[in-house]
């Protein structure tokens, strides 16, 4: 698909500035994200962050700590021997990158659960999550892309929105189903049919806990990157980690996987499609590495 074929994808979807009562008011009653994850969503953005800063602010929940230790130590973080205090997992893992491990620790629990309007059974949707986060960093490494952007979590919380449309989307799975039959994306007939969509859903949620809106942007756009003017690459990325991320069953039931990527990313990314094929190779293996690290109860 070129670049005229994305631009018309992203101008028939029609604009809803009303979305439905009954979905503002389920975002309303979305938990929070924890004031640890807010404080250390702020440290990420600054240059200067001492491992000091990061401890202090996990001693105060001993319960997102555990969770945290408990990430950093699968076996697919890569540190060496197993930690058991947070000190020493920032020195392995270093000040930024603990940081994110412990802002997706903030998320996991929730985001562990099955949706079951998009056919995610418990852990599916943090695996894909985890997974899409890890490999969007991986990418932006890979085309040299500046690393104060933050690439890791706008992945990682990019499909948040499909824990409140879950229940919606299950009730009218078969409408949908309809469209989609006839050769409507999935997202637009999510949002033809509900009046919104998951990733508008996650955008909300996003703004409703105040984070950047350079990454609030990536993730309200990442399965059509053009409807932004973003200029760091973040929503490509976003979008292109997503997509290889379904490989082998990464994504969901709904997501149309292994569907090639728009050709107008590849291009503002630097890419040939031989090696967006062996990044989604690269992807079945780090999915699976990961489904054998991480567990759910």
């Known amino acids: 698909m070129g670049k005229d074929d994305m631009a018309a994808s992203v101008d028939s979807r029609k ?49 997102l700590a555990a969770n945290v230790l408990r990430l950093a130590n699968s076996a697919y973080f890569g540190i060496p021997s197993k930690v058991s205090n947070l000190k020493q997992a920032i020195v392995l893992l270093g000040v930024k990158r603990f940081a994110q491990i412990a802002v997706g620790a903030c998320v996991s629990q929730t985001m562990g659960t099955a949706v079951e309007g998009y056919g995610l059974s418990p852990g599916q949707l943090w695996l894909h999550s985890i997974a899409a986060a890890t490999f969007a960093e991986a990418l932006a490494k890979n085309r040299k892309l500046a690393e104060a952007v933050d690439f890791f979590v706008p992945a990682l919380l990019h499909d948040l929105g499909k824990l409140v449309m879950g229940e919606f989307v299950k009730a009218e799975r078969r409408k949908i189903k309809d469209l989609v039959d006839k050769g409507v994306p999935f997202i637009i007939a999510e949002k033809e049919i509900l009046g919104t969509d998951h990733a508008e859903i996650a955008a909300l949620i996003l703004s409703n806990w105040h984070f950047p809106a350079d990454l609030i942007d990536a993730v309200r756009w990442h399965h059509y990157p053009e ?71």
Request: hydrophobic fraction near 35%; charged fraction near 25%; include cysteine.
């Open 15 to 63: 604009t809803y500035k009303n979305i439905p009562d009954e979905i503002i008011q389920q975002v309303a009653r979305f938990p929070n994200m924890p004031q640890a994850g807010t404080k250390l969503m702020s440290l990420i953005q600054e240059k200067d962050v001492s491992a000091q800063e990061i401890e202090k602010i996990l001693r105060h929940d001993p319960g």
């Open 227 to 297: 409807g932004t003017n973003n200029s760091n690459l973040l929503p490509e990325i976003v979008y292109l980690a997503n997509l290889l991320c379904q490989f082998n069953g990464g994504g969901d039931s709904t997501a149309g996987r292994n569907s090639a990527p728009f050709s107008a990313v590849l291009e503002r990314l630097d890419i040939k499609f031989e090696q967006y094929k062996a990044y989604g190779e690269k992807a079945r293996s780090w999915m699976n590495k990961l489904s054998d690290s991480l567990t759910f109860d």
